[in-house]
């Protein structure tokens, strides 16, 4: 074949199909909060988190889009600050853990803008899956000044809320004891791979 045929081949596609730099990125396990908010009989919220989990997604630079989230947590690491609370909160009353050990967020979609960022997506937890929509930002996307390779890290907020009951959780709920709205509090800094 012609050299000067397959040279004008070559540019007339790959405009259309384009280059695009999409990179894994895996949440740093020592750079991550998931916490919680939930009403205790009315008197105020009380504050937990996981000390667990796992996750990963990619990001397209050129476009900045963000795809393939799945977030996984370990719901025995539950923490309240208070063993007996933290005890209860593993049980059947709540979290299960034995027989749900992990609870589970995979994104649908995500729209970023400059001010806000949309994400829509699916949280398993006691074996029941339902829509959730958190409100996020990306903080920023840079080289890392302490080190790693490769050196790029993504920090990332991200806020939200769901019902306990709509995933069968009702302990408490009924006498106001223990609220249904669980208030969500994400923070974490991804590393890319």
Do not use: W
């Amino acid at each position: 074949m012609n050299i000067k045929l397959l040279v004008l081949i070559i540019t007339l596609i790959l405009p259309s199909t384009g280059f695009t730099k999409e990179n894994t990125y895996v949440i740093d396990q020592s750079h991550f909060s998931l916490g919680f908010l939930v009403e205790h009989a009315g008197y105020a919220k009380t504050l937990g988190m996981f000390r667990h989990i796992e996750g990963s997604f990619n990001h397209d630079d050129e476009k900045n889009k963000i795809t393939n989230v799945i977030i996984n947590v370990n719901t025995e690491s539950v923490y309240t600050n208070h063993d007996e609370r933290d005890s209860h909160l593993r049980g059947p009353d709540f979290l299960n853990v034995e027989k749900f050990p992990k609870m589970t967020f995979a994104v649908d979609n995500i729209e970023i803008t400059d001010n806000e960022t949309l994400i829509s997506g699916k949280l398993t937890l006691l074996g029941i899956t339902k829509d959730i929509k958190l409100t996020g930002k990306i903080n920023k996307i840079a080289k890392y000044p302490f080190g790693f390779s490769p050196p790029v890290v993504i920090g990332v907020s991200a806020r939200g809320n769901f019902k306990r009951s709509d995933f069968g959780m009702m302990y408490a709920i009924k006498k106001n004891l223990v609220g249904d709205v669980i208030e969500l509090i994400i923070e974490f800094e991804a590393r890319q791979q």
